[in-house]
């Protein structure tokens, strides 16, 4: 039994015998969940939150908090799940075992499989780590868009209009401040004044980060280094994902201002790893060097993964994302999707 099923019934066990209280709240978490997809404007509830085993673990710890934000029992909890998920790092014992195992993560987790849009044949990745932080087959790459600023990544974002406008309507159960993301202090207040978009990858996501616009690294610094890092599935909960959990920080500085008297924009790419996350890998000599828009920048091995997106100037964000906004819905989008102009 590997460990995808041992979970599944564990989850089913520990559902059976909770308060109805906590097992409402872990049904709603794993319920299915509204998204607009960007790509071809459709709306659809038709994948779930999450699995019913991250569902009851998740909304345990993380969500509901049982257990405290941090002392050595949730802390312990986290090293614990992080040496589960470093077992992804041991190497498949043969081709057969690689093609078994990666089939049964993506038809576990929703991966697609048919076509194969990935850069390799199954039965040549290594473990299933390697398959975890896969990247496309150079035909399935998604096209990267025109538009001033596009999608990281692939996951499903939430937009806001500004810094504040994300704490009173998300970021509600913590003491977070932008302040101590480890933001450039010279851009912060600019920061705090425009729009904000938060991305969520899900284990199927292809789980590598890259430039969301054109022009210079001009900060790269990983902060929280030595942080157990909480699940990226709760913004809204007691832990404070932005300030304390393992993250990269990026600013990307656009090549020209569209008014040569103006300060240029840049994009700060708050980059962080989840509850599992043993390594985001990035070049830190990236500072200094011009980066083209859909670039890669950095790749999670393993775990929950999210990115906030900051900007130093307003941004015309595209209609189908502001109106998901003022409905508060998630939109699915592909790396290299436009969000503004």
């Known amino acids: 039994m590997n460990f995808f099923a041992i979970g599944d019934v564990l989850a089913r066990l520990l559902l059976a015998v909770l308060p109805r209280r ?3 709240r872990i049904r709603e978490n794993t319920s299915p969940l509204e998204v607009y997809v960007l790509r071809d404007g459709t709306s659809r509830r038709d994948e779930p939150r ?25 802390n312990g909890i986290i090293r614990l799940f992080t040496t589960i998920q470093n077992s992804w790092d041991v190497p498949f014992a043969s081709a057969h075992e690689a093609t078994s195992k990666i089939l049964d993560f993506c038809d576990r987790l929703g991966v697609q499989r048919r076509p194969w849009i990935w850069e390799r044949k199954i039965d ?43 704490r009173s309507m998300l970021i509600k159960g913590c003491d977070y401040d932008a302040s101590d993301i480890g933001l450039p202090e010279k851009d912060l207040d600019a920061y705090r004044k425009n729009r904000v978009i938060l991305g969520y990858l899900s284990p199927k ?21 030595g942080s157990p890092s909480a699940s990226v599935k709760f913004f809204g909960g007691k832990f404070n994902l932005l300030n304390e ?16 008297e103006e300060e240029p924009l840049r994009v700060a790419l708050v980059i962080i790893g989840g509850v599992g996350v043993n390594t985001i890998t990035y070049d830190d000599a990236m500072v200094g060097k011009a980066i083209a828009k859909g670039q890669e920048l950095s790749a999670f091995r393993a775990g929950g993964s999210a ?32 969000l503004a102009n």
């Open 22 to 24: 906590i097992s409402d």
């Open 50 to 74: 999450m699995t019913l085993f991250e569902g009851v673990f998740a909304t345990l710890l993380f969500d509901m908090a049982l257990f405290g934000t941090s002392n050595p029992i949730i």
């Open 124 to 166: 040549e990745y290594a473990s299933l780590n390697d398959f975890f932080s896969r990247t496309y087959a150079p035909d399935h790459f998604p096209e990267i868009g025109t538009g001033r600023l596009v999608s990281p990544s692939c996951c499903k974002v939430l937009s806001y209009d500004d810094d504040d406008r994300m």
């Open 205 to 225: 996501d292809y789980h590598r980060v890259h430039a969301p616009i054109s022009g210079k690294c001009v900060h790269c610094k990983m902060e929280g280094i």
């Open 245 to 260: 959990n393992k993250r990269l920080v990026i600013v990307l500085e656009e090549e020209m201002s569209h008014d040569e």
């Open 307 to 338: 990115f906030a997106l900051f900007t130093s100037k307003a941004v015309d964000a595209v209609q189908p994302l502001r109106k998901a906004a003022e409905q508060c819905m998630h939109v699915e989008v592909l790396v290299g999707e436009t």
